[in-house]
């Protein structure tokens, strides 16, 4: 049997770099990933560059770094999601045989202060709905309306997820940061304060994937699902627009998403033993505990309070700190939880890892309602 295995996952560090292109952060990521591979570049047979901010040829800029030698280069631009995108498309190609050895990089400058994007009409942008903060506020007002979700539910994932960052020496943050600080920091966006929401910054990860049977101990690309929205979710359901079809409620992105890698994995949400999922903001997180299926519609709030995802608890998300603590390189953020599950699953994630981690799932959720869910397994 033919599997795709991940020989090797690499990282340069999330936060800010002056003097730095997205091509350094790009090489240096490479170099580290097939260093951990034990893989020559001149096996690699193609390289998969994920990014949004990083200009015309991204991938290219970083072959003429490493070599060139004729391998293949695609550029993937899929905003939040474009990292688990590339990654996806590198393990068709592999499975299709196209190539043996693929190498998949993330990377990204972001501009400082609110991310903006062209993508929205320019309507959206002039009333505020381009805004990161107000689809987030939008969403999580929704669902504290619906299900009883509290202010201080949401600043506990910003506590958990900063205590988890302690022990990340790749995140921006890394200290402790109090239920009591998260609330006390500046509005943003009702119910959304400062410390509840994740910083756009620069950085980079690569994975090295290769065709062949797997063998104890390697870590497989066992189940993958990319989708977007419904047509009635013209920008997917965490966006303002969003509006339920008339016939009622349908599947989320997320859960579309879910429901493809569960299905290809031969497994379900009880199954996963370390979970990576999108917190770009405090209320995202816990609406994709749901839509993940960790815990019933309404209960993510109650979840994370009741400390099942902290580590230590039943089944820890975000042990890396999350995008709350990490940051958001949106090109590199994805395949940085690609980074930390191999890590947790070899067992290799020192004082953050979890103990016995067989299974896990990373979870990218971005603008344009598009979504990445990969389960990854050690053999």
Not at 7 to 19: C, K, N, Q, S, T
Not at 315 to 326: D, E, I
């Amino acid at each position: 049997m033919t599997d795709v295995v991940v020989e090797g996952v690499g990282i340069h560090p999330f936060g800010r770099f002056d003097g730095t292109t997205p091509t350094d952060l790009g090489v240096y990521a490479v170099r580290d990933a097939l260093r951990d591979a034990g893989t020559d570049w001149s096996e690699v047979g193609a390289l998969y560059c994920a990014h949004m901010y990083a200009g015309t040829g991204a991938g290219h800029k970083i072959v003429d770094v490493l070599g060139r030698t004729g391998l293949a280069v695609l550029n993937v631009e899929n905003a939040c999601s474009s990292g688990g995108a590339g990654l996806q498309l590198a393990r068709q190609a592999l499975l299709a045989g196209d190539h043996d050895v693929v190498v998949v990089v993330g990377v990204e400058k972001m501009p400082r202060g609110m991310m903006r994007m062209d993508y929205f009409d320019s309507w959206r942008q002039h009333s505020g709905h381009a805004s990161n903060p107000a689809q987030f506020a939008f969403a999580i007002r929704r669902h504290m309306h619906d299900h009883g979700t509290t202010t201080p539910q949401l600043a506990k994932v910003a506590e958990k997820n900063h205590a988890h960052s302690r022990y990340n020496p790749n995140a921006m943050y890394r200290r402790p940061v109090p239920v009591e600080e998260v609330l006390a920091s500046r509005p943003v966006a009702d119910p959304l304060r400062m410390l509840m929401l994740c910083a756009p910054n620069e950085g980079a990860a690569a994975v090295v994937l290769r065709r062949r049977p797997a063998r104890p101990g390697d870590i497989r690309l066992r189940g993958h699902g990319l989708r977007t929205a419904l047509l009635h979710q013209p920008v997917g359901e965490h966006m303002p627009t969003y509006t339920p079809a008339p016939t009622g409620p349908t599947p989320s992105v997320t859960r579309l998403a879910a429901d493809d890698a569960y299905r290809r994995a031969g497994l379900g949400p009880d199954d996963l033993d370390v979970v990576e999922l999108q917190d770009t903001d405090c209320g995202t997180e816990i609406i994709s505990t749901e839509e993940l299926g960790l815990c019933a519609p309404g209960e993510g709030g109650a979840l994370v309070e009741s400390g099942a995802t902290t580590l230590g608890g039943r089944q820890p998300v975000n042990p890396s700190g999350g995008l709350l603590s990490k940051g958001e390189p949106v090109g590199a953020s994805g395949l940085g939880q690609v980074h930390e599950i191999v890590h947790q699953l070899r067992d290799r994630a020192g004082a953050r890892q979890v103990p016995g981690a067989r299974i896990g799932l990373t979870h990218a959720l971005g603008a344009g309602g598009n979504c990445s869910v990969m389960i990854f397994d050690r053999v």
